[in-house]
């Protein structure tokens, strides 16, 4: 595809000192049209860990390096998933040991891995969905119609900070005991042992899994966190380390603008484009199925901005309710002294 230079276009009066214009550049608002575009000529690298296999939640991530976005603008994207070591690994411990630039995952990881007592902790700076995509789910032959009926059921579980927590607070909500077995297979096994009847549950993104169930005709019934009683956080944030060289930090702004154009772009874009950017852009067996793609993207595509056609935008809010709620519940081992939920993430000027 012919990459389409884009200008910049400054809200601001800013300055300049030539003597030293690096440390003199000021904080610029740039509208949803323009970038900043690069005049290096050799690339950035931005090195990022994916939070799950390829998959339709990277879209606008991919689409941004085959369109050539991050390119015209002085990054080279570096991307790998969890199947290099089976999810041995989580991203965010990635990111904290200073593997990658910036890692996704839920807000939840925050919490539970980041060392807020020191200067290297990690910080959400954009969410990917501003819906909430993650669930969950029950066959519908189970006659499962309610969490209060997942007592004394099995869940397959992944092994991650609250799931346990949140799905049974979910069953008492709804009248239950809270009480079920739970059993963990390897993660990225997980939705296999579900579909063998390993179990009765399964914590599912509706846009992968259960675009998978849908094209393989297996119904689920879903139940969302947060309409059981659990003011369930973002299940898919961008982050990176609270402290970051002046050069990184760059960089990563100038991909978050991009980021910011590429979703605004997807959206206006028919599925079968976005199917076959997808296939084009990378040959993983998860983008061979054209149909399974498809309902992928049709469930996922008016996630990415919220009403406001806006990108990456995160809430005080819905961190604030979410993060109270563990604590009001006790439903997490972390460092209770901190008071105030702002330190897990920052609000970047450039997606103002």
Known sequence: MKANYILISFTLFFTIISCSSEENIEAKEINDSAILNDSKDALDTIRVALDWSPNVLHAGIFYADHSGLLKENGIYLDWFTTEVDNYQKKPIQRL?????????????????YGDTMDQNYAVAIATLLQKDQSAFVVKKRSGIASPKELNGKVYVGYKTPLEQEILSAMIKNDGGDGEFISITPPRLDAWDAFLNDKGHSAWVFSHWEGALAANEDVELNYFYPNKFGVPY??????????????????????????????????????????????????????????EFVTKAWLNIKDAFLNEAGQWGKMSDEKWTNYYNWIIKNDALDFNKDIKDVGVYYEHLSILE
């Open 96 to 112: 904290l040991d200073r593997e990658v630039d910036l890692a996704v995952g839920p807000s939840e990881h925050l919490f539970f």
């Open 233 to 290: 956080g973002y299940s898919s944030v961008i982050m990176a380390n609270k402290k970051r060289q002046r050069t990184q930090k760059q960089v990563i702004e100038r991909f978050l603008i991009v980021m910011n154009i590429a979703h605004k772009e997807l959206a206006d874009k028919k599925a079968s484009e976005v199917v076959e950017m997808l296939k084009e852009y990378s040959d993983h067996e998860n983008f061979k199925n054209t």
